[in-house]
T-cell receptor
Framework: SAVISQKPSRDICQRGTSLTIQCQVD?????MFWYRQQPGQSLTLIAT?????????ESGFVIDKFPISRPNLTFSTLTVSNMSPEDSSIYLC????????FGPGTRLTVT | AQSVTQPDIHITVSEGASLELRCNYS??????LFWYVQSPGQGLQLLLK??????LVQGIKGFEAEFKRSQSSFNLRKPSVHWSDAAEYFC?????????FGTGTSLTVIP
């Protein structure tokens, strides 16, 4: 099994600013995933991040808004840029190793 | 396209009563199937999974689920619900490295 940690666990940010969320895994994984869970909603995949290549974004998500880094096999960051209140969500990092493991999430509130 | 349907948005049961949460999926082959639980303010926790073999799967916290290929269903059951089971439950389908989540079922347990 994989153990995933995320930083920060929560933050309150002002409109127009950016926040970078860090995801650390205790083992090397090829693919890491970033999800968004808006209040009262299910999980929506933002992008898939492979080490050494550009992230692959799902429909409705763009790199300028959600730039992702994947410098090595155990770490990734997601930046939420130029935030608006609509970006208030829980952001989850995830990896797959036969089953899917999730980080504890980052609860973001944009005021 | 793959999809996961959880037809019940919200369910209320009395403590000690039995529970069944419905999940239907759409996929061309037999997928990997999962149930996750998300308690208020908490991350996602895997309850159980089905990859192959016995279609009745036992999970943690006394939960079980049955895979029925003919009905494309993977319903979650518990014979006696505890107050601590109040949470959001998500069914998910895994196909390779892609996971698709249902919209979730919110469970309320009344004393």
């Amino acid at each position: 099994s994989a153990v995933i940690s995320q930083k920060p666990s929560r933050d309150i940010c002002q409109r127009g600013t950016s926040l970078t969320i860090q995801c650390q895994v205790d083992s090397q994984v090829t693919m890491m995933f970033w999800y968004r869970q808006q209040p009262g909603q299910s999980l929506t995949l933002i992008a898939t991040a492979n080490q050494g290549s550009e992230a692959t974004y799902e429909s409705g998500f763009v790199i300028d808004k959600f730039p992702i880094s994947r410098p090595n096999l155990t770490f990734s960051t997601l930046t939420v840029s130029n935030m608006s209140p609509e970006d208030s969500s829980i952001y989850l990092c995830s990896v797959v190793d036969y089953e899917q493991y999730f980080g504890p999430g980052t609860r973001l509130t944009v005021t | 396209a793959q999809s996961v349907t959880q037809p019940d948005i919200h369910i209320t049961v009395s403590e000690g009563a039995s529970l069944e949460l419905r999940c239907n999926y759409s996929y061309g082959a037999t997928p990997y199937l999962f149930w996750y639980v998300q308690s208020p303010g908490q991350g996602l926790q895997l309850l159980l999974k089905y990859f192959s073999g016995d279609t009745l799967v036992q999970g943690i916290k006394g939960f079980e689920a049955e895979f029925k290929r003919s009905q494309s269903s993977f319903n979650l059951r518990k014979p006696s619900v505890h107050w601590s089971d109040a949470a959001e439950y998500f069914c998910a389908v895994g196909t390779g490295n892609q996971f698709y989540f249902g919209t979730g079922t919110s469970l309320t347990v009344i004393p």
